[in-house]
């Protein structure tokens, strides 16, 4: 074997992908002699290999060989063995194939026996309910005006025709009908059962129209018997549908409305015709949806007899059978309100706040019977056109009120020379937009959306009016000069902002009439908004101007000597003089400028924080005035005294002032007080600021070489002033705290042995302010 192997020829033959082909092409590649050398080397070879074998297992060839003779023995057992099995398993089929043809033919004739004695039985219960309807004389009792017994009579009637039906359903082979016994009692019940469900649609129809409740309730357990109720609720259903439609095309057709547009003189009697016929459209819808309503309401309380399972259920989708006719409905009187004619449209948008209660009632009737179904946005989707449309002319008539009263207030001063200054509305113009904005609101009042709807009309008309205002407002110089006699330009301003004033107090105490919900209160506060924006607006650079004077003034106190010393005891001593022309100008311009202006709550807190902005740039630039003698202190303490007397004309009650005058006033107790004393007192941090303590004590008590704060910006007095005023709390106290820390340099480096008395007051200051975190911005 192992010849073959290393031999490329033979070792082709030992491959388990041993292919003929190849092999055959291999060999021819040699040359003739070689190939008849190697087959006839390789065939004796493999002869030896046999008689090799053959000689090694000679004696398990003989043992195998006695074995298949055994076996061939045992094949023979087998197979008789299987022929007499055969032949037994034939002997007991022959016994029971008899018996089985027997048993299914009597099966097959107890079948038959049973169809029969079934076919028999449904034969005879057909007889027997056929005798039972011909008893039930129901001629008898309707003539004689016996409604109790007739209801009875045909409900058992129709429970007889329902069996007989459920009988017929459940011959599948149709063989009653073949059975000549029964063929003309089917054919009687037929046309009984005809002649009863015409009865039972006229019965109906009865009693939905005199709403009797055992009527209906009768004709549908009738007609659930028959097996007709989904069809006859169906029909019943699109009849309703159908007369709704019917309903709205004749009432909503006027004849006077044929022509595209309407006079004037027609206009009241047209629109109480178009009311009354949507209200007599409405009757018509209530009174068929009331019907359909009292039929599913019957529905739900009426028993099948069989099972005692409720009618409706019997229905398909009877859940939404309320729902789907409200649909329908709504979809019918949109699809007719929408199709009249553009005259019937121009009298809908016109009288629209009248229109909308009919609905709105409509609905109430609706929703109390049936709380459930519905809503009211769908049915206001009926003529939801028309509230845009009332809406939109609305808003026009509203804007064209506010044209109208600026166009007249021009046409009226057209000759004038300043005719921008001269076209401001007059009060009585205010009285007419007013009047026109009550009006709207007034005629509207019968439903809150549509109220609310118009409050923002009111709203823009509102804005519009303040945004004409605004461009007749006087922007140039002479409209914010604090110098010479009130101008023209800001008589002007005062004007519109009197007139303005008037407005929002009007436009308030109109909205306060009627009920208000928060859309309305909002759409108030907005409007108010607006205006007192302007009314600012308006104001805002003639109180900057002043403002900016009063800050001028008050920079002044730098140029006064505050370190002064005299010899006579108990010396009176007078308010500087800066203090003076304060109390002059302040007097001037609330008698020039800012009386002028009226009462105006808007202006009057815009005055106070004008007054409280005064007093705190006072205590500012009195906190960085140094050096200060005690005489000067009692020059500031005069000053002090004299700043409430120059504010009185702008603001008469100090209190509207806020913190500010609580600060002055807490202020000025501390002018005679020492550091220490000062350290303790309880009004720091509350009013008074940290801060503006710290640069009073720095300002008045600090040594020479104590370095400002000022000093240490390398700020000139009017960037350091602007820097304090526009700075956080924790940025102040940043720099004094660098300020402090330049002072301990200081005393180090000029080996000092001890500090200014000045310096732990300020230090335990400080610490406090940090303890009540008011540092922070």
């Known amino acids: ?191 009984i059962k005809t002649q009863l469900e015409d009865d039972m649609e006229k019965l109906l129809i009865d009693g939905i129209q005199s709403s009797e409740t055992n009527t209906i309730g009768t004709a549908l357990q009738v007609l659930h018997n028959l097996g007709l109720l989904e069809n006859t609720l169906n029909t019943f259903i699109n009849d309703k549908c159908i007369a709704i439609e019917q309903a709205a ?62 009618l409706i259920e019997f229905v398909t989708d009877n859940e939404l059978i309320l729902n ?14 929408g199709n009249q004619p553009t005259a019937f449209k121009q009298l809908m948008e016109m009288d629209y706040p ?82 026109s904005i009550n009006n709207e609101l007034s005629y509207v009042k019968v439903d809150s959306q549509l109220l609310n709807a118009t409050c923002k009309n009111v709203l823009k008309t509102i804005n519009l009016f303040v945004v004409k205002c605004e461009h007749l407002a006087a922007v140039d110089g002479d409209s914010t000069q ?85 010899t006579t005891k108990n010396e009176e001593v007078q308010c500087s003089l800066y203090m003076k022309e304060l109390t002059r100008f302040i007097a001037r311009v609330s008698q020039d400028y800012l009386s002028q202006f009226g009462k105006c709550v808007v202006i009057e807190k815009r005055i106070w924080q004008m007054a409280a902005t005064t007093i705190d740039m006072f205590l500012l630039h009195k906190c960085l005035i140094t050096p200060v003698s005690d005489l000067g202190r009692k020059k500031i303490a005069a000053d002090f005294n004299q700043l409430e007397l120059a504010i009185l004309p702008i603001s008469e009650r100090m209190g509207d002032m806020g913190r500010s005058y609580k600060v002055l006033r807490a202020f000025k107790t501390l002018l005679f007080l020492t550091p220490e004393e000062v350290a303790k007192s309880e009004t720091l941090g509350n009013p008074i600021p940290y801060h503006l303590i710290l640069f009073y004590l720095i300002s008045n008590f600090a040594p020479e070489d104590f370095r400002s704060p000022q000093k240490i910006l390398d700020y000139s007095l009017i960037r350091y002033i602007k820097w304090i005023e526009t700075s956080t709390n924790e940025q102040r106290f940043t720099l004094i705290n660098d300020t402090l820390d330049s002072y301990v340099k200081q005393v180090r480096k000029s080996q000092k042995k001890t500090f200014a008395p000045i310096y732990p007051v300020l230090v335990e200051i400080m610490k406090r302010a940090l303890n009540n975190k008011s540092i922070k911005p």
């Not at 789907?324 to 309100?337: A, E, K, P, Q, S």
């Not at 179904?373 to 206001?380: A, D, F, P, Y």
């Not at 104001?539 to 920079?555: G, H, K, M, W």
Request: net charge neutral.
């Open 1 to 191: 074997m192992d010849v073959f192997k290393h031999d490329h020829v033979y070792s082709a033959f030992l491959g388990d992908n041993f292919n003929l082909q190849q092999t055959i092409a291999s060999i021819n590649n040699l040359a003739f002699n070689e190939q008849v050398a190697k087959i006839s080397s390789g065939i004796e070879h493999v002869k030896q290999c046999i008689s090799l074998l053959t000689s090694q297992n000679c004696e398990e060839f003989f043992q195998r060989t006695s074995k298949l003779d055994d076996l061939y023995q045992e094949l023979q057992f087998i197979q008789i063995k299987s022929q007499n099995l055969y032949k037994t398993l034939e002997l007991i089929k022959a016994k029971l194939e008899t018996p089985y043809h027997q048993l299914l033919k009597q099966i097959n004739l107890i079948s038959r026996l049973q169809q029969t004695c079934d076919l028999l039985r449904k034969m005879i219960r057909i007889m027997h309910l056929s005798k039972r309807i011909y008893e039930c004389n129901l001629e008898a009792f309707r003539h004689e005006n016996e409604q109790t017994i007739y209801f009875k009579e045909i409900v058992k009637v129709s429970q007889y025709l329902n069996e007989v039906d459920m009988i017929i359903n459940s011959d599948e082979d149709k063989l009653l009908f073949k059975l000549n016994l029964i063929n003309k009692d089917l054919q009687q019940i037929k046309l």
């Open 249 to 310: 095309i004749v009432n909503l057709s006027i004849r006077e409305l044929k022509g595209s547009k309407l006079s004037n003189a027609q206009a009241n009697s047209l629109r109480l015709s178009l009311r009354n016929g949507i209200k007599a459209m409405l009757d018509s819808v209530t009174l068929h949806f009331n019907q359909t309503c009292n039929i599913v309401r019957i529905l739900r309380k009426k028993r099948d007899h069989l099972n005692q399972t409720l």
């Open 324 to 337: 789907n006719f409200w649909n329908r409905m709504i979809h019918t009187l949109t699809v007719v309100i």
């Open 354 to 435: 009248k229109v909308l209660p009919l609905f709105l009632d409509f609905w109430k009737i609706f929703s109390h019977t049936e709380p459930d179904i519905g809503n009211e946005k769908s049915l206001r989707g009926v003529i939801l056109n028309f509230e845009s449309a009332y809406l939109s002319n609305s808003l026009s008539s509203l804007f064209s009120a506010v044209n109208r009263i600026f166009n007249d207030a021009r046409a009226s001063n057209k000759g004038s020379t300043n005719f921008k200054v001269v076209s401001v509305p007059s009060e009585r113009d205010v009285d007419s937009l007013i009047e």
């Open 482 to 566: 604090v110098i010479g006699p009130f101008t023209s330009s800001q008589r002007h301003n005062a004007l519109i902002v009197h007139i303005l004033n008037i407005f929002g107090q009007q436009i308030e105490k109109t909205l306060s009439i009627y009920s208000k919900t928060n859309t309305m209160n909002s759409d108030l506060d907005k409007a108010q908004a607006s205006i007192d924006s302007l009314i600012l607006t308006i104001f805002e650079p003639l109180i900057n101007s002043i403002q900016d004077a009063i800050e001028a003034i008050i920079s002044t106190m730098y140029n006064e000597d505050y370190n002064i010393n005299s």
